[in-house]
């Protein structure tokens, strides 16, 4: 699965109110260590949360 794929299903779990916690337990239990880390679970989720569209990088300058 690729990183916009994982980002995709973090923001659209986040959509629907599920918490950080059990999408990262899910992407685990899926992936394995293939799934992003509880911590980057929660930074995707809070920028999904705060408004964020892209589940591309910003380009970096």
């Not at 690729?2 to 959509?15: G, H, S």
């Not at 992407?27 to 589940?55: C, H, M, Q």
Request: hydrophobic fraction near 35%.
């Amino acid at each position: 699965m690729t990183t916009e794929n994982f980002r995709f299903y973090i923001k659209v779990r986040t959509a629907l109110g599920i918490p950080a916690r059990i999408i990262h337990d899910e992407l685990n239990s899926v992936y394995g260590n293939e799934a992003p880390g509880l911590s980057t679970v929660e930074r995707w989720s809070k920028l999904f949360r705060d408004g964020r569209e892209e589940i591309e990088d910003k380009p970096r300058p």
